[in-house]
């Protein structure tokens, strides 16, 4: 835990910190604020409760949308196949930088996931993952685009399934 920890702070970038500086700024402002309103004390208490939902809840939103934001990546399916005679499938994809920066390096993962007939169930097996494998493309100047694959071994699921392709870039 403590290593995940670490290499979480050394990935964050700039504007990280000044996201998260900003969330305890305004965090300081609304308690100061419900102090100063402390003869209204339902409004205080509200002020305070709302202060610390945000000092817990924006850095995870604020953290997500604003790399949705600056990284942001189309990646596309090309072409999916189950190997017959070796229990491996491949996946080739092209990931496209369509965002304002170059990308250091992109984590590009396929999941596997159960297929049917029924929608419903469709919807719960999409949650349900069968199998799932990661690759690393580093140096992505902006614009370009890139061809991968991804080669998933051992892959012994015999039954209908899709893929779901997602990148992670930085």
């Known amino acids: 835990m403590k290593h995940k920890f670490i290499a979480f702070m050394d990935s964050l970038i700039l504007y990280d ?11 300081f402002l609304f308690i100061v604020v419900a102090l100063l309103l402390r003869a209204k004390p339902r409004f205080s ?15 995870f939103v604020g953290y997500i949308q604003m790399h949705k934001y600056l990284f942001k990546n189309e990646i ?27 990308f250091q390096s992109c984590k590009i993962t396929a999941i596997f996931y159960k297929v049917s007939k029924n ?12 199998q799932k494998m990661s690759i690393i493309k580093e140096d ?6 890139i061809d991968f694959k991804i080669i998933v071994e051992p892959f012994t699921y015999a039954k209908a399934y899709n893929v779901k392709l997602k990148a992670d870039c930085k």
Not at 140 to 145: L, Y
Request: no cysteine; hydrophobic share 55%; proline share 1%.
């Open 17 to 27: 910190y000044i996201l998260f500086g900003f969330i305890f700024l305004l965090f």
């Open 140 to 145: 992505i100047a902006q614009g370009s685009e």
């Open 76 to 102: 596309t399916l090309v072409k999916q196949k189950k190997l017959q005679f070796t229990q491996a499938a491949i996946i080739w994809g092209k990931l496209k930088n369509i965002s304002q920066r170059d």
């Open 119 to 130: 929608k419903y169930k469709n919807y719960i097996y999409s949650f349900k993952q069968i």
């Open 45 to 59: 208490l509200f002020l305070v409760i709302f202060s610390f939902l945000f000092l817990f809840i924006a850095p």
